[in-house]
């Protein structure tokens, strides 16, 4: 067991209130288990996956994958390990969010391109 502070802030500007606590936490994964149990600490650890996976499948839409892509490159995700990053490609990045859009918003994306392929901005 070790004693840790955990700070947070309320909000990001200068002088913006924080309050510090220190706690007790286990170095050790059964240390763990006796403070916590089995079912708690499976349940924070598949949590904590689970956002990470979906800031994954976040960055892959951002890179303009399909879904079939996107599930073939992560259905073998597991808990810890890092994913390699795709590089993101502005055109299919542009196309993917486009393709999204309701066709009021598509008409106007392109009135927004042809003002900006005229020179106006």
């Known amino acids: 067991m070790k004693e840790t502070v ?3 802030k309320n909000g ?3 002088g913006s ?3 510090s606590v220190t706690i007790q936490v286990p170095e050790t994964l059964d240390e763990a288990r006796q403070m916590y149990g089995d079912a708690a600490i499976l349940s924070n650890a598949m949590a904590n996956g689970i956002i990470t ?3 994954g499948i976040r960055r892959e839409l951002k890179a303009g994958k399909t879904q079939a892509e996107i599930a073939a490159k992560l259905s ?5 390990v890092a994913v390699e990053r ?3 490609d502005p055109k299919a ?3 993917a969010r486009f393709s999204a859009m309701t066709p009021e918003e598509q008409a106007a994306e392109i009135k927004k391109l042809q003002e ?3 020179g106006k901005k």
């Open 53 to 55: 996976l979906q800031a």
């Open 93 to 95: 990045a542009f196309l």
């Open 116 to 118: 900006v392929a005229k």
């Open 86 to 88: 795709s590089a993101v």
């Open 76 to 80: 073998g995700w597991k808990l810890g």
């Open 17 to 19: 209130p924080s309050a």
């Open 12 to 14: 990001k500007e200068e």
């Open 6 to 8: 955990v700070t947070a």
